[in-house]
Protein backbone atom coordinates (compact mmCIF):
# COMPACT_ATOMS: atom_id res chain seq x y z
CA UNK A 1 0.00 0.00 0.00
CA UNK A 2 1.36 3.19 -1.00
CA UNK A 3 -0.88 5.22 2.31
CA UNK A 4 -1.64 8.70 0.90
CA UNK A 5 0.40 10.14 -1.60
CA UNK A 6 0.72 14.07 -2.89
CA UNK A 7 1.16 15.83 -6.47
CA UNK A 8 3.19 17.82 -7.22
CA UNK A 9 5.68 17.81 -4.50
CA UNK A 10 7.46 21.17 -5.22
CA UNK A 11 5.71 24.02 -7.11
CA UNK A 12 6.29 27.57 -7.62
CA UNK A 13 3.52 29.87 -9.21
CA UNK A 14 3.09 33.43 -9.78
CA UNK A 15 0.79 35.54 -7.75
CA UNK A 16 -3.09 35.37 -9.50
CA UNK A 17 -1.86 32.02 -11.34
CA UNK A 18 -3.93 28.69 -10.18
CA UNK A 19 -3.42 25.28 -9.33
CA UNK A 20 -4.73 21.76 -8.22
CA UNK A 21 -3.05 19.81 -5.62
CA UNK A 22 -4.09 16.11 -5.74
CA UNK A 23 -4.62 14.15 -2.32
CA UNK A 24 -4.50 10.29 -3.18
CA UNK A 25 -5.24 7.23 -0.41
CA UNK A 26 -5.39 3.55 -0.74
CA UNK A 27 -6.62 2.67 2.65
CA UNK A 28 -9.90 3.11 1.52
CA UNK A 29 -10.40 5.73 4.34
CA UNK A 30 -13.91 7.23 4.67
CA UNK A 31 -12.39 10.78 5.67
CA UNK A 32 -10.09 13.07 4.29
CA UNK A 33 -8.31 16.24 5.23
CA UNK A 34 -6.02 19.64 3.33
CA UNK A 35 -4.27 21.19 6.59
CA UNK A 36 -0.92 23.94 5.83
CA UNK A 37 2.01 24.25 7.96
CA UNK A 38 3.85 27.39 8.52
CA UNK A 39 6.54 27.95 10.53
CA UNK A 40 5.65 28.36 13.84
CA UNK A 41 2.07 27.73 13.61
CA UNK A 42 2.23 23.94 13.67
CA UNK A 43 -0.74 22.44 10.95
CA UNK A 44 -3.71 24.17 10.50
CA UNK A 45 -7.15 22.35 8.83
CA UNK A 46 -8.24 24.05 5.52
CA UNK A 47 -10.82 21.59 4.15
CA UNK A 48 -12.20 18.46 4.63
CA UNK A 49 -14.14 15.91 3.51
CA UNK A 50 -16.49 13.47 5.72
CA UNK A 51 -17.51 11.02 2.43
CA UNK A 52 -17.42 11.00 -1.64
CA UNK A 53 -19.22 14.32 -2.90
CA UNK A 54 -18.91 15.87 0.47
CA UNK A 55 -16.86 19.04 1.65
CA UNK A 56 -16.61 21.44 4.85
CA UNK A 57 -14.82 24.85 5.92
CA UNK A 58 -11.75 24.31 8.29
CA UNK A 59 -9.73 26.83 10.16
CA UNK A 60 -8.64 28.72 7.08
CA UNK A 61 -11.18 27.96 3.99
CA UNK A 62 -10.11 31.47 2.66
CA UNK A 63 -9.02 31.27 -0.68
CA UNK A 64 -9.08 27.59 -1.35
CA UNK A 65 -11.57 25.18 -3.17
CA UNK A 66 -12.20 21.35 -2.95
CA UNK A 67 -13.55 18.59 -4.12
CA UNK A 68 -13.93 14.66 -3.73
CA UNK A 69 -15.63 13.47 -6.52
CA UNK A 70 -13.78 10.06 -5.96
CA UNK A 71 -13.60 8.17 -2.35
CA UNK A 72 -9.53 7.88 -2.69
CA UNK A 73 -9.06 11.29 -4.20
CA UNK A 74 -9.77 14.98 -2.60
CA UNK A 75 -8.19 17.78 -4.72
CA UNK A 76 -7.16 21.12 -3.49
CA UNK A 77 -7.46 23.89 -5.40
CA UNK A 78 -6.08 27.61 -5.46
CA UNK A 79 -7.55 29.59 -7.99
CA UNK A 80 -5.84 32.90 -7.71
CA UNK A 81 -2.72 32.57 -5.86
CA UNK A 82 -1.41 34.91 -3.13
CA UNK A 83 1.90 35.04 -1.48
CA UNK A 84 0.43 34.49 1.59
CA UNK A 85 -0.63 30.85 0.68
CA UNK A 86 3.51 30.16 0.27
CA UNK A 87 3.15 26.99 3.03
CA UNK A 88 3.57 23.51 2.78
CA UNK A 89 0.47 21.48 2.38
CA UNK A 90 -0.33 18.43 3.80
CA UNK A 91 -3.19 15.51 3.25
CA UNK A 92 -4.22 13.12 5.44
CA UNK A 93 -7.30 10.51 5.82
CA UNK A 94 -8.62 8.34 8.22
CA UNK A 95 -10.99 5.43 8.19
CA UNK A 96 -13.64 5.89 11.52
CA UNK A 97 -15.11 9.32 12.56
CA UNK A 98 -14.15 9.35 15.96
CA UNK A 99 -12.24 12.05 17.19
CA UNK A 100 -10.04 8.89 18.89
CA UNK A 101 -9.15 7.90 15.49
CA UNK A 102 -5.82 8.37 13.73
CA UNK A 103 -4.45 10.47 10.81
CA UNK A 104 -2.53 9.41 8.18
CA UNK A 105 -0.52 11.99 6.69
CA UNK A 106 1.02 12.35 3.26
CA UNK A 107 4.49 13.67 2.41
CA UNK A 108 3.27 17.38 1.83
CA UNK A 109 3.51 19.68 -1.43
CA UNK A 110 5.87 22.72 -0.68
CA UNK A 111 4.32 25.72 -2.60
CA UNK A 112 6.05 28.78 -3.47
CA UNK A 113 4.08 31.79 -4.64
CA UNK A 114 5.65 34.68 -5.60
CA UNK B 1 -12.94 25.06 21.00
CA UNK B 2 -10.35 23.51 21.76
CA UNK B 3 -6.54 24.33 22.43
CA UNK B 4 -3.14 22.94 22.71
CA UNK B 5 0.22 24.74 24.08
CA UNK B 6 3.48 23.57 23.89
CA UNK B 7 5.83 24.94 25.88
CA UNK B 8 9.44 25.44 24.32
CA UNK B 9 9.66 25.81 20.37
CA UNK B 10 13.31 24.69 20.84
CA UNK B 11 14.18 21.80 22.84
CA UNK B 12 17.91 20.71 22.88
CA UNK B 13 19.35 17.32 24.87
CA UNK B 14 22.54 15.13 24.60
CA UNK B 15 22.32 12.11 23.38
CA UNK B 16 21.07 9.72 26.80
CA UNK B 17 19.18 12.16 28.53
CA UNK B 18 16.09 12.43 29.48
CA UNK B 19 13.78 13.57 26.32
CA UNK B 20 10.68 16.19 28.36
CA UNK B 21 8.82 18.08 25.51
CA UNK B 22 5.50 20.21 27.16
CA UNK B 23 2.10 19.89 26.07
CA UNK B 24 -1.28 21.26 27.54
CA UNK B 25 -4.51 21.58 26.89
CA UNK B 26 -7.65 23.41 26.77
CA UNK B 27 -11.17 21.41 26.29
CA UNK B 28 -14.72 21.88 27.59
CA UNK B 29 -15.28 18.07 26.88
CA UNK B 30 -13.36 15.01 27.62
CA UNK B 31 -9.90 15.22 24.94
CA UNK B 32 -8.60 12.54 23.05
CA UNK B 33 -4.58 13.80 23.02
CA UNK B 34 -2.03 12.69 20.26
CA UNK B 35 1.49 13.24 19.69
CA UNK B 36 3.27 13.62 16.03
CA UNK B 37 6.68 13.52 14.78
CA UNK B 38 7.87 15.70 11.53
CA UNK B 39 11.28 14.00 9.99
CA UNK B 40 12.85 16.65 7.95
CA UNK B 41 10.89 16.83 4.68
CA UNK B 42 8.04 14.28 5.73
CA UNK B 43 4.36 13.98 6.60
CA UNK B 44 3.75 13.09 10.06
CA UNK B 45 3.36 10.14 11.51
CA UNK B 46 1.69 8.74 14.84
CA UNK B 47 3.58 8.73 18.19
CA UNK B 48 1.11 7.92 20.47
CA UNK B 49 -2.48 9.08 21.53
CA UNK B 50 -4.52 8.75 24.45
CA UNK B 51 -8.27 7.76 23.93
CA UNK B 52 -9.20 7.80 27.93
CA UNK B 53 -8.37 4.09 28.48
CA UNK B 54 -5.06 4.69 30.66
CA UNK B 55 -3.29 7.71 31.40
CA UNK B 56 0.20 6.42 30.77
CA UNK B 57 -0.06 5.78 27.10
CA UNK B 58 3.02 3.79 25.31
CA UNK B 59 4.38 5.22 21.66
CA UNK B 60 6.33 4.07 19.37
CA UNK B 61 10.71 4.39 19.46
CA UNK B 62 10.75 4.71 23.33
CA UNK B 63 8.00 7.41 23.92
CA UNK B 64 5.24 7.36 26.41
CA UNK B 65 3.29 10.37 27.84
CA UNK B 66 1.04 11.17 30.71
CA UNK B 67 -2.56 12.34 30.65
CA UNK B 68 -2.95 14.48 33.53
CA UNK B 69 -6.44 15.78 34.11
CA UNK B 70 -5.86 18.00 37.03
CA UNK B 71 -2.88 19.57 35.32
CA UNK B 72 -4.32 19.75 31.80
CA UNK B 73 -0.95 18.51 30.44
CA UNK B 74 -0.27 15.64 28.19
CA UNK B 75 3.96 15.50 28.19
CA UNK B 76 5.99 13.31 26.00
CA UNK B 77 9.27 11.99 27.70
CA UNK B 78 11.36 9.38 26.73
CA UNK B 79 13.90 7.85 29.12
CA UNK B 80 17.46 8.11 26.72
CA UNK B 81 17.12 10.08 23.89
CA UNK B 82 18.97 9.13 20.37
CA UNK B 83 20.53 11.07 17.59
CA UNK B 84 17.66 9.62 15.61
CA UNK B 85 15.21 11.12 17.78
CA UNK B 86 15.82 14.54 16.12
CA UNK B 87 12.39 15.76 14.44
CA UNK B 88 9.93 18.49 14.76
CA UNK B 89 7.16 17.12 17.42
CA UNK B 90 3.48 18.39 17.51
CA UNK B 91 0.71 17.76 20.33
CA UNK B 92 -2.68 17.39 19.08
CA UNK B 93 -6.30 17.79 20.48
CA UNK B 94 -9.45 16.33 18.87
CA UNK B 95 -12.67 16.06 20.64
CA UNK B 96 -15.88 14.09 19.71
CA UNK B 97 -18.26 17.09 18.04
CA UNK B 98 -20.09 14.91 14.89
CA UNK B 99 -17.91 15.84 11.78
CA UNK B 100 -15.75 13.65 12.19
CA UNK B 101 -12.03 13.89 14.06
CA UNK B 102 -10.83 17.10 13.27
CA UNK B 103 -7.02 17.89 14.85
CA UNK B 104 -6.17 21.14 16.63
CA UNK B 105 -2.21 21.01 16.82
CA UNK B 106 0.08 22.89 18.80
CA UNK B 107 2.96 24.97 17.34
CA UNK B 108 5.33 22.14 17.82
CA UNK B 109 8.87 21.59 19.31
CA UNK B 110 11.85 21.24 16.99
CA UNK B 111 14.19 18.72 19.03
CA UNK B 112 18.15 18.37 18.77
CA UNK B 113 19.76 16.26 19.78
CA UNK B 114 23.64 16.38 21.00
CA UNK B 115 26.51 14.14 21.04
Known amino acids: NAGVTQTPKFRVLKTGQSMTLLCAQD?????MYWYRQDPGMGLRLIHY???????AKGEVPDGYNVSRLKKQNFLLGLESAAPSQTSVYFC?????????????FGPGTRLTVL | AQSVTQLGSHVSVSEGALVLLRCNYS??????LFWYVQYPNQGLQLLLK??????LVKGINGFEAEFKKSETSFHLTKPSAHMSDAAEYFC?????????????FGTGTQLKVEL
Open chain 1, 92 to 104: ASSYFRSAGSEQF
Open chain 1, 27 to 31: MNHEY
Open chain 1, 49 to 55: SVGEGTT
Open chain 2, 27 to 32: SSVPPY
Open chain 2, 92 to 104: AVSVNTGGGNKLT
Open chain 2, 50 to 55: YTSAAT
